[in-house]
Every structure is written in structure tokens, then in C-alpha cells.
């Protein structure tokens, strides 16, 4: 009965059925555009040593997953070539090993470092985490890669301080909606670039102090205009080469500027070494999806103990994850353009056939 419910929503939704063994997930054969993607029927994934199944209710959609798709983003070794580094969804399967944390059908959402954009997904248990009371399952999927990137940043990386100015660039990106409320949660100050008036007004609302278009405007002297001349104390930078003189003008004295990404470009020409030198700035760089599993899951416990508390509806100052839109996962082609054409504020989230 479970197996016709299953395959009845599935032709609903016009999906080919799916076998016990096998599952329907996000699929291209080339490396290219979104035209490229499709829905394809794979082997189900069973959980190993410590593992979990998960089965997925909703994934999101993250710039990663556009670079991968256009083969300039190769999944780590070991990890799944299916797009999507975040889940949510329920347990239903327990691998050997696990330590009792969860049981089946316990709601949970992942960090992953594939694998995502499928009915199942296995992942280690402790990249799991419990879903805050009030969260829906599918803002739920919007939470992992963004939040956990904003945290890591934010305090591991850049260790931001009770009244430090926070520059974000891409400010209405996933990572980049993330990083505003954690640093409002910091005591710290969030001033954003963007690249519309809409995104800016978005930013003010959830929490930044200034916005900056960088498209209209040189965000470096607006910054300083508004830190009185003294600059910023950390600088989240997802950009890279088009902005590298901007933010070593607009960091103060020691700052800490986090490179993240290179959205624009990665080649510099110019006197770099010379004005971070003279600014003693500190130029950080990371990518969470390479790290080993071990500093993953310091990264999710840390993360679940002292900021998944304050998604909940009783926290004083609610942390919210930002939708933009929600696709059922057969639309996966459009949900790619929308977000090739910075469309989206927040996150793009993709719901998976139940
Ligand atoms: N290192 C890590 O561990 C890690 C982890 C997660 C994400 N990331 C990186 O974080 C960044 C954000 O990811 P996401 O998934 O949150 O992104 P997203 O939601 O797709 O947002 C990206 C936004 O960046 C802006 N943008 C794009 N190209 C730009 C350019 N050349 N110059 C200035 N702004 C540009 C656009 O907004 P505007 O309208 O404002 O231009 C766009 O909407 C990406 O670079 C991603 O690779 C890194």
C-alpha cells in the first residue's frame, strides 16, 4: 500500500515510478548549462559505519551546485556526485556503528558534502541536526551550508568581537542573509554591498546598519564614510578579484578580511602585499565543503549548542532562514536560472517527490 501511495505521488507529479532500491535524483550527463539537468532514476544509498539515511523532504539550491554543474566544482573525494549540500527530512535507516543519537523518523537537517538533491541521502550522524521548534521542514533546508558557512566565518575565521564593524559582500546571498543576523546576535555591526535597491531594503530588514550598491556606488569610500574614516574591522568576501582594492581600503588597522569565494574572478594585478601590509590586515581564506569529517562535526555540534537555540520561537532575537522561493524538484532547470541571474535574496529551496 505505502509502495502504490509512493508511486501514485510520484506519476502525479509526472515522475516515472521508482523501484524499492532505486530513487529519483538531480541529474546531468555533460558538464553545461541548466539545460543539462534532469531527474534520473539511481541506486538508492545505503548508510555504512556510522551513517545515517536520510530520507529527503526538501534541499536547497547553493552557488556550488551552479559551478559543478558547469564542471568547475568537483565533489571531494569520497562524496556523492549528486548535486546538493544540504537535506532535510526524516531518518530511515541507521547504519552500523550509530551511537544512538537518532532513531527513525526523527526530523533532521544536514550538512552534506553531496548528494542533497535525491529522495535519500546517506551522511555521518554527526553532520545531523535536530529541526528548532517552528522551523518547517523545508526552511529547515535553506539552514546547513549558509548558516554553518556565515557561523564559520563570523567566529572561527574571523573571530568577530561585541562592537566590530562586519562588511558582507553578496549580502542577500544565502551565506550572505545568514551572516547579517549572526552578526547582529554577535553585538557586532552588519554593513552590506548588493547589487539592487530591493536587496539593500531586504538587508535593513534583517538587521544591517548601512547598504552599499556596488553597482552604482564605490562601497570602499562609502564604508569609510560611514566608520568616520577608521574602516571595517572584518571584511566577508565571497567576491575576490574585482574588489580587492576596495577592501584593502575600507579595512581598519589589523582587520581580518575572510576570502570565501571568487565570484569576481580570481587573477589581481596591483600593489596588494604593500597596502595589507600597512593596514597589518589579515587575509583568511576557507571552503567548508573540503574539510574532513572531524572538523565538520565540531563545526554542526558547536553550531547546534549555541546559535540553533535562537531559531526558536521563544529566542528573544529570532534567527530566521530566508526563502526566496520553493521549486518542486522537477524544476530544477528553472531554479538554476534563477539564481545564475542573482535573482534570488535568501535561499532557493528545492522540495524532493515524498
Ligand atoms: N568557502 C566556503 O566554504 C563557501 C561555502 C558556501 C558558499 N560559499 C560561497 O559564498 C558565495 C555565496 O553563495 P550563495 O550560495 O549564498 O550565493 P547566492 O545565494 O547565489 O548569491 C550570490 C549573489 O552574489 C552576487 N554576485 C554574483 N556575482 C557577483 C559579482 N561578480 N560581484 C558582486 N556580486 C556578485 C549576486 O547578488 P547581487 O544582486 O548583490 O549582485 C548574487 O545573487 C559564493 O561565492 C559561494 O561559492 C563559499
Known sequence: MQRCLRLCSARNRGLSPVSTENMLAVHFDQPGGPENLHLKEVPKPSPGEGE????????ALNRADLS????????PPGASSILGLEASGHVAELGPGCQGHWKIGDPAMALLPGGGQAQYVTVPEGFLMPIPEGVSLSQAAAIPEAWLTAFQLLHLLGNVQAGDSVLIHAGLSGVGTAAIQLTRLAGAIPLVTAG???????????GAAAGFNYKEEDFSEATLRFTKGTGVNIILDCIGGSYWEKNVNCLALDGRWVLYGLMGGANISGPLFSKLLSKRGNLITTLLRSRDNKYKQMLVKTFTEQILPHFSTESLQRLLPVLDKVYPVTKIQEAHVYMEK?????????????
Open 52 to 59: 545515517v539515511l536520510l530520507k529527503v523532504v526538501a534541499s
Open 342 to 354: 542573482n535573482k534570488n535574496v535568501g535561499k532557493i529551496v528545492l522540495e524532493l517527490p515524498q
Open 196 to 206: 539592487s535597491q530591493h536587496k539593500l531594503q531586504m538587508a535593513e530588514k534583517l
Open 68 to 75: 559543478q554543474r558547469q564542471g568547475q566544482y568537483a565533489p
